[in-house]
């Protein structure tokens, strides 16, 4: 069984045009600010000292969402921020080594889906709706370096 969590400086974004008020664009920012997993990992030894193995489990972590309206000559008309810590799954791979001294080191690749996201905007002063939809994925390849207490390899 494993157990991480980790911060994350992850982010992304879009510009919209609004069409029904001219000069006015909504932004997206979308920030993941920490997740973790929780997930047993079976296998089978390759060799005495290499073991091969697959991953499944939970996903959580926490995003923060904020829509920004700005219009032309105007500045900024209206703004909405969330803050949501999801759960959802992660599943993988990977390949760990022992070489000696309860050291070994691994190799891992996650896929993790927090969800689907769906929120809704409404920007003044025509109490226009907007809404958007996506998805909170992440591929996440890591490298690891573990120390076996109380016994050696």
Known sequence: METDIQASGQKGGSTFP????PATAL????KLQWFGT????LGFLATPNLLLYGTAGVAYGQTKDTYTAN???VGTVA???INDVRAGWTAGAG???????GWSAK????YMDLGKLEQTVTIPPAALAATFNSRLTDN???VGLNYKWGGGY
């Open 18 to 21: 609004v069409l029904a008020l």
């Open 27 to 30: 932004t997206t920012d979308h």
């Open 38 to 41: 929780t997930r047993p990992r």
């Open 71 to 73: 219009t032309a000559g």
């Open 79 to 81: 703004t909405a921020s």
């Open 95 to 101: 390949i760990e080594g022992a070489f000696g001294g």
């Open 107 to 110: 190799v891992e690749y996650l």
């Open 140 to 142: 996440i390849v890591r």
